[in-house]
């Protein structure tokens, strides 16, 4: 069975940093892209970011560019995303999502697998 299980949501000040970690199993880890999703009450999915299979190439949503990164650690199935220069409006639930595609996209019907989500929370 394949899990997503996100961590490290939690309640931040404006300008302050979160990482959220992804730790999958019930799949060989390198042959999916892993990405992020987050929704806000009131609003749709929106794609954050994405790592490739094979971990080669990354892409962000214009709206988190330049404040957020994606990396992966194979040897620990986990795949982290570190959150700086946080604003109020990146509150929202984040989800860890995996798909077996080499061409990974931030269109939520693109992706496959869904974690649980993990409530990020960003205060003035």
């Known amino acids: 069975e394949i899990q997503l299980v996100e961590s490290g949501g939690g309640l931040v000040q404006a300008g302050g940093s979160l990482r959220l970690s992804c730790v999958a199993s019930?799949?060989?880890?390198?042959?999916?892209?892993i990405g992020w999703f987050r929704q806000a009450p009131g609003k749709e999915r929106e794609g954050i970011s994405f790592i490739s299979r094979g971990r080669g190439a990354t892409g962000y949503g214009d709206s988190v560019k330049g404040r957020f990164t994606i990396s992966s650690d194979n040897a620990r199935n986990t795949v982290y995303l570190q959150m700086n220069s946080l604003k109020p409006e990146d509150t929202a639930v984040y989800y860890c999502?995996?798909?077996?595609?080499?061409?990974?996209?931030?269109?939520?019907?693109?992706?496959?697998?869904w974690g649980q989500g993990t409530q990020v929370t960003v205060s003035l």
């Open positions: 019930g799949f060989i880890f390198d042959d999916y892209a």
């Open positions: 999502v995996a798909a077996l595609t080499y061409f990974p996209s931030l269109l939520a019907d693109d992706w496959h697998y």
